[in-house]
C-alpha cells in the first residue's frame, strides 16, 4: 500500500519539481533512491497519469493508491469517459487474471463492431435475458470471429471417409450435418424445457446431476462465452441463487475462473443500481 501510495504522489511531484528540492537530480533518481522504482516503473505512472487526466474517477485510483499500477495499466486501452466508473468497480474487485479477460473482450467486442457494446456486455456476462443471448451472443459473426484463431476442426478418420462417400453420392453433406446440429440444439432446448418446468426452490446449492448433463450436453468441458476457450469451473447463476432458490438450467452457464470473477462483478454493479434506486 505504501509503494503505491508513493507511486500515485509521483506525478505531483514531477509537474512541481519537488524531487529537485530534494537534492535529487531527476524524478528517476527520486523514485529509485526512496521507493526502489525503475525509470520504466515511473514512466509508466505518469503516462497513466496523462492517460486518465480526462477519467477522474480512475485517476483517483492512481493517485490515492487504491489500485497497484499493474491493473490499472491493463485497463488503460479500453478506459472512457463513459466507462470509467465501472472499470473502477472492477479493478478493485477482480484479480489480475480476470481483467485480462475483461480486456480481451471488450477488444472483441470493439473489433467486431457491436453496435450495442454494453447491452452485449450485459448479455456476455450477465445472461440476464436468454432470448437476447440466443440472439447475440451465437450470432453468425460473433461465433466466426471468436472461432477465428481456435484449432482447426479435427475429424477422425472414420467420419471423414463416411462424409467423403457421402459427398461422393450426390448428398449435401453440410446441409446433413446443419440438420444434425439444429436436430441437437431442438433436443437440448425441450430437455431445458422439462428440467425448467420442474424446477423447485431450494436451500440446497447442490445443482442435481441432469441439470449438470444437459449443460455439459450444450457446452462440453469449456466456458460459455463466445471466444473464450478456457475450461468452465463453475457454474454461474445468472438469477440470483440467493433470490430464487432454484436451479432453473434456462439461468445456469458454465464459466471459466476469470469470466464468473467478471460475471459476478457485473452483477455488483446492477445490485448497486438496484439498491440505489429503491
Not at 115 to 130: D, L, Q, T, W
Request: proline letters at 3%; one cysteine or more.
Amino acid at each position: 500500500m505504501a509503494r503505491r501510495k508513493f507511486a500515485g504522489l509521483l506525478p505531483e511531484v514531477f509537474k512541481r519539481k519537488l524531487y529537485a528540492k530534494k537534492g535529487f537530480c531527476s524524478i528517476f533518481e527520486f523514485a529509485a533512491k526512496l521507493a526502489g522504482m525503475s525509470e520504466e516503473q515511473v514512466r509508466l505512472v505518469l503516462n497513466l497519469e496523462r492517460k486518465f487526466d480526462d477519467k477522474p474517477v480512475l485517476k483517483a485510483l492512481l493517485v490515492n493508491g487504491e489500485v497497484s499500477v499493474n491493473k490499472l495499466v491493463r485497463v488503460a486501452s479500453i478506459a472512457t469517459v463513459e466507462n470509467q466508473e465501472i472499470l473502477a468497480q472492477q479493478v478493485i474487485i477482480l484479480p489480475k487474471t480476470a481483467i485480462d479477460t475483461l480486456v480481451r473482450d471488450e477488444r472483441f467486442i470493439r473489433e467486431n463492431g457491436f453496435n450495442k457494446a454494453n447491452s452485449m456486455r450485459e448479455v456476455v456476462y450477465v445472461h440476464s435475458n436468454p432470448q437476447q443471448n440466443e440472439l447475440d451472443v451465437n450470432s453468425a459473426a460473433t461465433t466466426k470471429a471468436s472461432c477465428k484463431d481456435n484449432s482447426t476442426l479435427k475429424l477422425t478418420d472414420e467420419v471423414y471417409v463416411k462424409l467423403l462417400e457421402l459427398q461422393q453420392k450426390g448428398i449435401d453433406v453440410n446441409s446433413l450435418i446443419l440438420e444434425f446440429l439444429c436436430k441437437r440444439e431442438i433436443e437440448i432446448a425441450q430437455e431445458k424445457e422439462e428440467l425448467s418446468a420442474q424446477a423447485v426452490p431450494t436451500e440446497s446449492r447442490y445443482i442435481p446431476v441432469r441439470i449438470r448433463d444437459v449443460l455439459k450436453k450444450e457446452y462440453g468441458e469449456k466456458c460459455s462465452i463466445h471466444g473464450c476457450f478456457k475450461p468452465s469451473t463453475q457454474i454461474h447463476h445468472s438469477q440470483r441463487f440467493s433470490v430464487g432458490r432454484m436451479h432453473d438450467p434456462k439461468f445456469l452457464v458454465p464459466l471459466c475462473a476469470e469470466h464468473h470473477a467478471i460475471a459476478h462483478c457485473v452483477d455488483l454493479k446492477y445490485q448497486v443500481h438496484h439498491d440505489t434506486a429503491i
